[in-house]
């Protein structure tokens, strides 16, 4: 059958196991404490990307603003243009007005002196 250990063996074999088993204990809480840190890591990054994804949709939504506003003051400024043009071709209107009947008096002075001397 089987042979009997000694007294002495078998102390040696539980502090060895119980070594064994405190050095497997205390890899196990490293071990614990490496997975939490991966889990925090992962939730961080989790949340940065969340982050990122909001930051990207807000600044899709100001580009979309930005080109409205733009397109917005565009076309005010062709309005103000066309206002612009608009009062400086009044100018130009009322100055060819001027023109006109200075012109127009001129010509019938020029017109009245002849049948004057031609004494109609």
């Given at each position: 059958m089987d042979e009997m250990i000694s007294r002495a063996e078998h102390e040696e074999f539980v502090r060895r196991m119980t070594s064994e088993n405190k050095r497997?204990?205390?890899?196990?809480?490293r071990q614990?404490?490496?997975?939490?840190?991966?889990?925090?890591?992962?939730?961080?990054?989790t949340d940065l990307t969340v982050s990122i994804r909001e930051l990207a949709i807000n600044v899709q939504s100001m580009a979309a603003e930005l080109k409205r506003q733009g397109d917005r003051?565009?076309?005010?400024?062709?309005?103000?243009?066309?206002?612009?043009?608009k009062l400086e071709s009044r100018d130009g209107e009322m100055w060819r007005k001027v023109v006109g009947y200075i012109a127009t008096a001129v010509l019938g002075i020029v017109i009245g002196f002849v049948f004057h001397q031609l004494g109609m």
């Open positions: 497997l204990e205390d890899e196990n809480d614990n404490k490496r997975l939490t840190a991966l889990e925090d890591n992962a939730k961080k990054v003051m565009e076309q005010q400024a062709k309005r103000t243009g066309e206002r612009l043009e």
